[in-house]
């Protein structure tokens, strides 16, 4: 699938901002916008296993990074450009996620390791539990979650971390941001990603890679996105 990233590549640079166009033998079913200056187009191929879904990620000067999920919603592959830096996940995971486990029970416990091409390797182990609420947004109905999960090294030494709500939507068997906080060593760090509008196919505003909401704030004090679940952004 790298080669067929290097279309969406193109679009990572703002002169070439607009539609966004999937990889041949690829169809885009939703757009994403959220808070905090992010668009997210949701796409599908022809050639993956079925439930397989990508997702494209642009901020205001383009697309940073882009994912592959089954339909269990494992991360099974994710690319960050800037630089290019492929992440898999690794066989025979401790506890997978389980998609169905978490809508059929309530709650899905998680454990698995992750490498990249780049030499690196990590453990997650976390959560991710339903609140029994729901809530409506731009039309769409939603389950709300909580999760929290912990990213180390092989040696233990502690990643990442993070904890807060996310959205969830059966019909779609995907994960979408929603208000929370990671650790950077120091502090608990807000953030919020929520979706604001979702568009689809034949709508103003399907496939665009543009963001609209909250990008008059000084992006550059915000605090990067974190790589691993929240499932939003592994």
Not at 12 to 35: D, K
Not at 75 to 80: K, L, P, T
Not at 121 to 126: M, T
Not at 218 to 225: A, H, K
Request: hydrophobic share 35%; proline share 6%; charged share 20%.
């Amino acid at each position: 699938m790298r080669t067929a990233l290097l279309p969406l590549l193109l679009l990572a640079s703002p002169a070439f901002a607009g539609s966004f166009t999937p990889p041949e033998g690829c169809t885009t079913h939703l757009t994403v916008q959220s808070r905090g200056c992010y668009v997210a187009n949701y796409y599908t191929c022809e050639a993956d296993n079925p439930g397989d879904q990508w997702r494209a990620d642009f901020d205001q000067e383009g697309m940073f990074y882009t994912s592959k999920i089954d339909r269990e919603t494992q991360w099974v592959e994710s690319y960050d450009l800037n630089p290019m830096v492929k992440q898999t996940l690794d066989a025979n995971a401790a506890d997978p996620a389980n998609f169905s486990s978490l809508l059929a029970t309530g709650r899905d416990d998680f454990e698995f390791s992750l490498s990249k091409d780049n030499g690196e390797h990590s453990n997650v182990k976390g959560y991710d539990q339903l609140t029994g609420q729901t809530v409506t947004i731009d039309g769409v109905t939603l389950q709300e979650t909580e999760y929290e999960y912990v990213e180390t090294d092989d040696a233990g030494t502690v990643l990442r971390q993070a904890r807060g709500r996310e959205y969830v939507s059966a019909e779609f068997r995907n994960f979408f941001s929603g208000q929370s906080e990671w650790f950077d060593g120091t502090d608990w760090l807000p953030m919020d990603g929520s979706p604001v509008q979702f568009f689809f196919p034949g709508e103003k505003g399907f496939a665009a890679t543009q963001p609209l909401f909250e990008c008059d704030a000084v992006m550059s004090s915000l605090p990067p996105t974190p790589e691993v679940p929240s499932h939003d952004n592994l």
